[in-house]
């Protein structure tokens, strides 16, 4: 690591598709050319694609390319694939497989921004590796690739050579740290600070999800009429005896089958219904946190904090700060 640019730039090379998420490509690309020391560039940066030419992304603007195909043996220090819509496609895709594990051969440090981690994984690069993704898309890399270690709330994971961010914007914090790693905290934090973003962003990608939807709507149905009877008694005693006597279980087969329909223990279950609810009651109100916590069934604003740090990374008073509706 030093903080001062080589007389040789860097070379970064982004593998875009049609239809990728443009802020998965522009944020990072923004970062590495902007980084500079003394008015000297830190980088050089290319855009490419399987084929090469204009592609579309998800938005109206158009991307030039270069070619992966007919492309020079070109040595890269990092290459990063680009998520959205066309990493999906892509990673379904042997010729696109193919162009990527080749080129990721020919670099030192390989990176993925959001769900371009599908194609990292398609390629065999990330077997057995910590990794993260969008926070949506978390429960299918994991279930689509088991050998992996998917981690839900990092924004970016680091592990050995390979990089993987969380989604979209979380392009931007790994390309920040990778700046970091390469010429110092220094360089990292000035060029953060023109960007007008954080070097070292608070809380983790948890605190923009609603993983308690998610898991129960995809467990299935057995449980409906209980989470709606535990929604609606969060401040009640919600030990398992009374989870069990609403289903009309045995608090032992209830506590067994429980946990196999929907993946969660009753306690955690429960946790996360009170966390759903207090997250709303933070965007949506303007409730002392006090009595935030009362209502969404933790009885006392330092339970509350704790469970918020453990989970989210963030305090109750910075979590309505940051998402508040009103």
Known sequence: MSEECDNIPKRVLFVAFPKSKMLD???????????????K???VVTVSSPDGGVIRTDTVLPVSTVSLRNGPDTLYDTVIIVGGAGAF?????????ALVKEVVHRSRRVGAVCTGA????????LENRRVVTHWSECSELASTYPSLQVEVDPIYVRDGHIWTSAGVTAGIDMALAMVSEDYGKTVALDLARSLVSYLTRPGGQSQFSHLAHSRFREASDRFNALHAWMQENLQSDLRIEALAAAANMSPRNFSRVYALETGLSPAKA????????????????RMPIKAVAVKSGFGDEERLRRVMLRHLRISP????????TI
């Open 270 to 285: 429960v946790e996360e219904l009170r966390l759903q609810e207090a997250r709303k009651l933070l965007e949506t109100s």
């Open 41 to 43: 560039p830190c980088y």
């Open 25 to 39: 490509l522009v944020g990072p690309l923004q970062v590495f050319t902007d980084a500079s020391v003394n008015g």
């Open 118 to 125: 599908f194609v990292l994984a398609a390629a065999g690069i």
């Open 317 to 324: 008073s910075d979590y309505r700060d940051r998402f508040k």
């Open 89 to 97: 496609t892509a990673a379904k895709d042997p010729d696109a497989i």
